[in-house]
């Protein structure tokens, strides 16, 4: 019959589907065989290494601990010889808005002293405001035809001496009240008693030594009164200033001098003196 030669559909279908009967692919090569690792071949990490790493860490941070403590005291033993040899590190803190000198009068000088002191710091003020307006005096005076040399005369006495005050009498004095040194007050004696003569110089302003208008003083100042009574204004108040400037220095040397005789540095700075002669001699 004819259903025997009649072929099946269902083979058909089984042939042609990829899954079950693929066609071969010259092609493709097969995949090598994968090797089955259960973690037996990885590399762990045993607890003795881990403990090994933190006995490492530990024995470096204590080396680290060892060298600051070594270093603190190091630094411990430096401030303290600082201290033993009266060095005394200052930080400039004066003026507040541009520091250029260390000033603490209330931290570093003794409450019975610090009065003496703040009217010694006044007078160092003091010298900079008559510096300063004699300045302005004088160059009031030569835009009214003076000669340029007075004018280069009061640039030359602000420039010098306000550093030099600080320099020669005030900053002695800060360390003799501070250090309580003979030596110190004596150089604060002889430098301030120059300061003294110049400003009762200043007041006076005689045309000697220096040029008669450069110091706005009493003398000049009537000088330029019969052709500009303004100048002459500025240079009556330049006197008035080295007048009181002058009047509150001589204050203060004599209570400096008082509190220097009271306490006994005579004695003491003749003995320094004494001292530093023999050991210059040998």
Same mark, same amino acid.
């Given at each position: ?9 269902? %083979? ?24 089955? %690792? ?93 510096? +300063?307006?004699?300045?302005?005096? +004088? ?15 009061? +640039? ?23 250090? %309580? ?41 009537? %000088? ?53 002669? +023999?050991?210059?001699?040998?």
């Amino acid at each position: 019959m004819g259903s025997h030669n009649d072929p099946n559909p269902f %083979d058909d279908a089984r042939n042609a589907n990829p899954y079950t009967n693929p066609p071969p692919n010259p092609k493709l090569s097969p995949l090598p065989p994968e090797h089955a %690792d259960y973690g037996y071949g990885a590399s762990v990490s045993s607890p003795t290494d881990a403990t090994r790493d933190l006995k490492a860490r530990e024995k470096e941070l204590q080396a680290k601990e060892a060298e600051l403590k070594r270093r603190e005291e190091e630094l411990k033993k430096r401030e303290e010889a600082i201290a033993k040899a009266g060095i005394v590190i200052e930080e400039k803190n004066w003026p507040p808005f541009y520091p250029l000198i260390h000033h603490n009068i209330s931290a570093e000088i003794p409450i019975h002293l610090q009065k003496i002191q703040y009217v010694a710091f006044g007078t160092f003020l003091g010298l900079i405001l008559c510096l +300063v307006w004699n300045f302005i005096a +004088v160059t009031a005076a030569w835009f009214q035809g003076q000669d340029t040399t007075i004018w280069l005369l009061a +640039v030359i006495y602000a420039i010098t001496g306000i550093p030099g005050a600080y320099f020669l009498w005030y900053r002695p004095l800060y360390r003799a009240m501070r250090t %309580d040194s003979a030596l110190k007050f004596s150089f604060f004696f002889l430098t301030y008693i120059c300061h003294i003569t110049f400003c009762a110089f200043a007041t006076l302003a005689p045309p000697i030594i220096f040029e008669g208008e450069s110091l706005a003083g009493i003398m000049p100042a009537f %000088d330029i009164l019969s052709w500009n009574a303004t100048v002459s204004g500025f240079y009556f108040i330049g006197f008035g200033l080295y007048a009181l400037e002058t009047t509150i220095s001589i204050w203060v040397i004599q209570q400096v001098y008082l509190y220097f005789r009271g306490s006994g540095k005579t004695v003491q700075m003749q003995r320094e003196a004494t001292r530093t002669t +023999v050991m210059a001699a040998l």
